[in-house]
């Protein structure tokens, strides 16, 4: 019992960390208590319906793609932020909002892709999968909750440049998961 809780705690922790690392460079611009709820509805919902997806594909094709997967999410973080440092550089008002529509899908996916590859190994660990899901839900709203709550208080300090800073925030976080990925971290 207290193997598969550690199990369960370790998976859901593991898979918060970039939901938490993303929310800070989300949460910089401030957000409405609606749009925080959002965002973490979606972030953690976007995690579970990943390790479903990767548990129904299966082991054989988790093998393929697991790492791929990974690397895909990591690009797509670069690729938003690299985006909002060029807009808010631009100093447009098209500003690539990660708080709703396609802006929140896109980090929604882009953080979740890891989550493919868990689920490929989701049945196997030996542990109530449906327990494990809940797991990584609320823990993906808890640390999406507070990386909003950090990311604020950075964006309150930095006033004007939040576009910037948010973009940097992504970017270096997807080049970091990258590296540290590509190192087996």
Do not use: C
């Amino acid at each position: 019992m207290l193997s598969a809780v550690l199990k369960v705690a370790v998976l859901a922790v593991s898979l918060a960390l970039d939901v938490f690392a993303v929310s800070v460079g989300v949460g910089v611009r401030g957000h409405t208590r609606a749009e925080k709820i959002r965002i973490g509805a979606a972030f953690g919902s976007a995690e579970v319906v990943m390790n479903i997806v990767g548990a129904g594909i299966g082991r054989g094709i988790g093998q393929l793609i697991g790492a791929a997967a990974a690397y895909l999410g990591f690009a797509a973080l670069v690729g938003v932020g690299i985006y909002m440092i060029v807009e808010s550089l631009r100093e447009e008002s098209g500003d690539l909002d990660l708080s709703t529509g396609w802006g929140l899908f896109i980090a929604a996916m882009s953080i979740s892709l890891d989550s493919l590859g868990v689920g490929f190994t989701l049945p196997y660990l030996g542990v109530n999968v449906v327990v494990a899901l809940i797991a990584v839900f609320v823990v993906s709203i808890i640390a999406t909750t507070t990386g909003l709550w950090l990311g604020r208080i950075v964006g309150n300090r930095v006033g004007g440049a939040t576009g910037l800073i948010a973009g940097i925030l992504l970017t270096l976080t997807g080049s970091v998961f990258a590296i540290l990925h590509a190192r087996g971290f």
